[in-house]
């Protein structure tokens, strides 16, 4: 099979030459039947793993019952859906669409509601460099990369950047503007590579006090963090604070296209009828999905997140510890940190049967099934050790030769 994108598709993605057919927990396996140790769960989507048994008995029952009416009318499963994400989260209301860009979208409007009741005519969002919250008008702005911004200009206006894990920096946007409304920000950066704030949860608690003071929403997006991929339901109980916004989506369906915009506090009464909207957003089929997707997280895999994601933060240290790697993240999204660019591993595991994202060129991006086991963890720390063990010998033996 070749990497060349069918003429009939957008050529938006450099396909990997691996088409796979079937999926069974944190395994996928190709059209020739060949097995892979899947460390991506499709990028923090399926915690549950493939071919989740609950979640597959779920929207089969649903579809063959009611796919989709409208929002114009009750949604029962949709009540009962932001009923158990408010009862988990602590937050007081949800509002449903189809992906995380859709539910960062309306957290982005929240905000300037928020600024247009206080009087403010231009509402500006405080986000972070090396951020990504989607690839719609408004959310590829708030993201900080210019190379996926490139082409797109003009950009939306209301934003102000600022280095991640810096309140310095934001408190220096706050003297100077007063139009700012919101903070944005991811709880653990994802796509560059798995970063936390070096005072780790606690940055949280740092923007929390910073929002308060100045009468800003602290708005998270936690499309990656959430749904147990930290080891709490949500990134933010680690810090033991209430963001205003949330935007969550990734690993609520296990699979099945969902997003939630959930709000607190001064938030909770922003929208109003006509103010927002969606037609697929909070449909039967999904809210089923979702439903069944959290009752497996809920029954044990966020625990077992926590216990997996740190067996397997102290095995590569273990492993690679003296070749100068480093492991950020928490739960089971973890950034395996190397000495130097390693975008070549991607093709070297997928060869060896294990699927790998490398980001910001150096980091192994790890966002493996939540329900993975003792035994399987123990084998992707061997096989993934192995394999940059190999691939950082030569620096390894010159740094011995010069020492």
């Known amino acids: 099979m070749t990497a060349l994108t069918p003429p009939t598709l957008m050529p938006t993605y450099a396909r990997q030459p691996v088409a796979f057919v079937r999926g069974e927990g944190v395994w996928l396996y190709d059209i020739d039947g060949k097995r892979y140790l899947d460390t991506t769960a499709g990028i923090a989507v399926c915690g549950l793993g493939h071919a989740h048994a609950g979640v597959a008995k779920a929207i089969a029952e649903q579809a063959s019952t009611l796919v989709h009416t409208s929002n114009l009318f009750q949604v029962p499963l949709q009540q009962q859906l932001a009923d158990k994400l408010c009862a988990v989260s602590g937050m007081n209301s949800a509002f449903f669409g189809n992906s995380g860009a859709e539910a960062n979208e309306a957290a982005i409007k929240l905000a300037r509601l928020y600024g247009h009741k206080k009087g403010i005519a231009l ?16 959310t590829l702005t708030a993201t900080g990369n210019p190379k996926v911004q490139e082409g797109f200009g003009p950009l939306v206006q209301g934003f102000e950047r600022v ?12 003297a100077r503007n007063p139009n700012i409304v919101a903070i944005l920000v991811e709880p653990i950066q994802g796509e560059s590579g798995v970063r936390m704030a070096k005072n780790g949860f606690g940055y949280l608690k740092a923007l929390r006090e910073i929002c308060d003071q100045h009468d800003w ?45 959930l709000a607190a506090g001064k938030a909770t009464e922003l929208f109003g009828p006509g103010k927002h909207g969606t037609t697929y957003g909070g449909t039967p089929l999904g809210c089923a ?5 959290m009752d497996g997280l809920l029954a044990g895999a966020v625990d ?6 740190q ?28 000495p130097k660019p390693c975008t070549e591993l991607v093709a070297i595991a997928r060869d060896a049967g294990v699927l790998l994202i490398v980001s910001a060129e150096n980091r192994i991006r790890l966002l493996p099934p939540l329900v993975i086991t003792a035994a ?14 190999e691939f950082l010998a030569p620096a ?8």
């Open 123 to 138: 509402p500006t969002i405080i986000v972070m460099e090396n951020s990504f919250h989607g690839r719609t008008m408004a």
């Open 217 to 261: 929403l602290l708005m998270l997006d936690e499309i990656q963090t959430g749904n147990g991929r930290t080891g709490r339901y949500f990134a933010y109980q680690h810090a033991g604070i209430l963001p205003d916004v949330l935007s969550t989506a990734k690993g609520l369906g296990n699979g099945f296209p969902i997003g939630a915009t």
């Open 311 to 338: 067996r397997i933060r102290d095995g590569f240290i273990r492993e690679l510890g003296d070749l100068g790697v480093t492991v950020e993240g928490a739960g089971l999204m973890l950034g395996v940190v190397l």
């Open 163 to 174: 280095p991640f894990d810096d309140t310095a920096a934001i408190e220096a946007v706050a």
């Open 289 to 293: 999905a979702a439903l069944a997707t």
């Open 304 to 309: 077992n997140a926590a216990i997996m994601g």
């Open 396 to 403: 390894a033996a010159t740094n011995e030769a010069s020492a």
């Open 376 to 389: 399987e963890a123990d084998e992707l720390v061997t096989r993934i050790s192995a394999m940059v063990r």
